[in-house]
């Protein structure tokens, strides 16, 4: 019994080196089969969720293994018609989200002197409050711990996020001349009858980081 | 004879490992839900989130953060560990701001991790960690080679901290608390078409007309990530471009020699 134990350890020990063709990086900076190791992406994220929200699950190998510089030609119709169709709003609002979420990175900006940082806060100058405490967005954009990032995405497609009701002209501004389209009244907010499609109701978690520490995300659990 | 039984075991087991890995770990998705079947099978190449903010202890620094595998279970932080075949990558566009919209961003200096084989006793292990760059990438795209002909700028263990790049930059990585929140379960209820399964239906048809509960459930409160965090001077990276910084573009990535 244990003969056939000891030989199913090894099969399977066998089984997993034959299923994986992919060299270790060693620590001393080489890897197993030299420095002319090419690598070749599987995953990338800039800004959450965009994938999950707004692109079948079917285009998402493909978008991992591409690059963000091609995002909005590539991936722009599919996320303005997620908008379009999925949510039911108009064209223009399609569009302009499609402008603020792609491509699909976190901008900053550095010279901003702001000390917090805000979801979309370089696309929308600000005016968007993701922070789940309620504090105000910034203009230095990039990504807080705080931030609620599903309901600000959810917001641009089903709520009024990305419209003239919301956002004005000059702040849009780092997003090029369009302005924000108008509200078109067909918001998913649970108001008038509506499914509440722009928030999921999830409190801030108890305990994010150590918010004056090196490495400022909170201790395992 | 035996030969071909060889291949077609091997085979076989192959298939009963991928399927394991495959629907093992399916309730388990961070914010990247469902990214693909490749990072799927693969949890440590999942990148879950990504932050950028300003470092809260030097207005000088900025701090950048790239979380992968998600849903680690509480209590089972410190037993889990990157995938040594995978290269882990930080990539920045100092010149976002001053491209072209559409074809933009290009990165111009990146910031590499690879990590070692898991080593020591039971209870008691751990990886090492090396950062390569930061540095301009010897190609761009979606394939990359390691930074400076493979040599490292600085070595460290896993869930320690340590500095690189002549002490210029603070690195961290290991397992943190996923600081995500999120109703996961409601979420693909209504919005299904985005997980690799073919159904259920929107419950919006039928069991959730109203949308999103009226008090939503964090599915991440109780797990934990792998975290890649480096605190490093903003002025450090904007060396590496011609921008003045009033644009800089962040994004992460996970890659494999196979691309599987």
Redesign the interface.
Known sequence: MKRLIFAGLA??S???S??????????????T?G????????????K??I???Y???GT??G????????D??NYGPPVASFVTTTAGRSAAIGSFVSMILL?????????DA????SYLG?ETGGQINPD?TGLSGTT??????ND???DTDLGLAFGNLATSAKLTSAGTI???PTPPPPDDGKE?N?ANGT???T???????V???T??????????? | MKFARLIG??AA??A???AVLLFGRIPARG?????????IA?PA??????????S??N?NN??A??DVDPA?P??A??TTFFD????YTMKF?TN??QEA??????ENVVIQF????VSGNTGNQTQ???V?GPAAPSQ???????LN????SG?GFINR?FSVFAGQI?V?AG???D?????KT??FN??P????AAGPASC?LST???????????YF????VL?I?V?IP?QT??DFGSG?????????????????
């Not at chain 1, 702001?114 to 940082?117: E, G, N």
């Not at chain 1, 230095?140 to 711990?145: P, Y």
């Open positions: 099969a399977f066998l089984g997993l034959a299923c994986s063709n992919d060299p270790t990086v060693n620590p001393n900076g080489t890897n089969t420095s002319n190791v090419v690598f070749h992406e599987v995953d990338r994220i800039g959450p969720g994938k999950e929200l692109l079948a699950f998402h190998s978008y991992n293994q591409s690059v963000p510089a091609g909005l030609t491509p699909d990175a976190l901008i900053a900006n550095f010279q702001s000390t917090r940082a370089w789940c230095f954009g990039g990504r807080a711990l609620d990032v599903v780092n997003l090029g998913k649970g499914p509440n499609l928030n999921e109701h999830v409190t801030c978690p305990a994010t980081g918010p004056h520490q090196f490495p400022y995300l909170a201790a395992p659990i | 075991g091997t087991l192959c009963l490992i991928v914010f990247d839900l469902q990214g693909s079947p490749v990072t693969r190449s999942d990148i879950t989130d990504t932050y950028l903010f300003p809260p202890t207005a900025v701090v953060v790239m680690i509480a209590g932080g410190l040594q075949t995978v290269l566009d976002y701001s919209v559409g074809s933009r961003p290009i690879s990590v070692s084989a090492q960690i090396s390569y761009t795209g979606s394939s990359t080679m390691l002909g493979a040599v490292a070595t901290e603070q961290f397992t943190r608390r600081p995500q929140f999120f109703d409601q979420f209504i919005f078409a985005s997980t690799q919006l959730c007309p109203s949308g999103f509960a009226a008090t939503g459930t964090n409160a109780d797990s934990n975290s965090i605190e903003k990276l904007l003045s910084g009033t644009g800089v573009a962040f994004w992460a990535t996970t890659s494999t020699s196979s691309g599987s």
